[in-house]
Each structure stands twice: as C-alpha cells, then as structure tokens.
C-alpha cells in the first residue's frame, strides 16, 4: 500500500496545500515519514487524512469558477464502523459546498471495500449539490455492488462509462467536460 501514491500530475495546475478556500490548506505532507497507517499498512505520505482511520484522500483538482472539484481516494469506505462518509462531509464536503463546489468527481479505483450503513450524509450531501452532481469514477466492482446495495446510488452516479473512464489521460478541465457530459446524457 505504501508504493501506491496520489495522482500528481496536476500538481503544476493545482494544490489544496496552497489553496487558501480549501480544507486542506497549509496541509504539510512529508516525502520522507510514512506516518499514516490503514490496518497496519502504512500508505504513502502525500495522501490527506480526513479524520478517518481507514479512508484517506487526495483533492486533486478544484475550480470554483466550474463549482467543480476532483477527489481521490485510498483504503476502505467504511460507514458501519467508522463513518468515514460523516467525517468526509464533516470534515472535506462542507468546507467545499460553502465555497460553491456543486460538481464532485470521486476517484475510488484505490477504495479496496465498502461497508454501508444509514444513507443520511449522502442524502444530504446530494441536496447540497442542488443543480450539481456527485459523480463516482472507477470504483471497484464489488464496492460499487455494495453501494448499491446500501442504495447509494440514488445519490452518487456511478456505473457504464464512468465504472472503465482512462482519467488519468485527461487535463482536469476536459475530465470534468466529459464526465458533466455522460451524466448530461444520463440524468436528461
């Protein structure tokens, strides 16, 4: 777990580090001290902790003139346990929607399980967006299954195009043209 880094090559686009509207502004990473542990196995240093234990995350990109933000994430989403989507709403989601951020892409190819609980954080979460969208992009079949099963999917768009989407090829601002244009389809 620890060779698996953040997506960095927008790093000359965009730092929440450096971001005086985000919630991780002034966020201090060491290349050096891997400190942060998900049971037991230690992760890379730059990925950001959102007060959870098991879950950590990396904001890669955010306009605000879009409303419009990129985020990353490793470990295990646990809501049953660890309510790690109160801490992500508490903690990241809130701080963003008050700086006008509608539009969320969440990376989860590195999310290795899910275990759902109340659905009440995505809800409300999803009513915050009002005209936006919550957009979950390759995210591993069985956690998608999962979620699903908890049906967060009424609040988060995952599956088809989104489930195999080569993000890492794009530019953050024609990642966010694409994605807004696959769930423009969608949602109608």
Do not use: C
């Amino acid at each position: 777990m620890h060779t698996i880094e953040p997506h960095y090559a927008w790093l000359d686009q965009y730092s929440a580090s450096d971001d005086p509207l985000s919630p991780l502004h002034e966020a201090e990473n060491s290349l050096d001290s891997y400190v942060n542990t998900i049971y037991g196995y230690y992760i890379h240093p730059q990925w950001d902790s959102l007060g959870s234990d098991t879950l950590f995350l990396k904001i890669l990109f955010v306009d605000y003139e879009l409303g419009a933000a990129i985020i990353e994430f490793i470990g295990e989403w646990n809501d049953a346990i660890e309510n790690d989507v109160m801490e992500l709403k508490r903690n990241i989601i809130d701080l963003m929607t008050h700086e006008g951020i509608r539009k969320f892409i969440l990376i989860g190819e590195n999310v290795f399980n899910f275990h759902g609980s109340e659905d009440d954080y995505y809800e409300e979460w999803f009513e915050d967006v009002e005209d936006g969208w919550i957009a979950a992009v390759n995210f591993q079949e069985h956690v998608s299954r999962e979620m699903r099963q908890y049906n967060i999917d009424s609040y988060l768009n995952f599956g088809g195009q989104l489930d195999d989407l080569p993000w890492r090829t794009y530019p953050p601002h024609k990642l966010f043209e694409v994605v807004d244009g696959l769930l423009q389809r969608r949602l109608g």
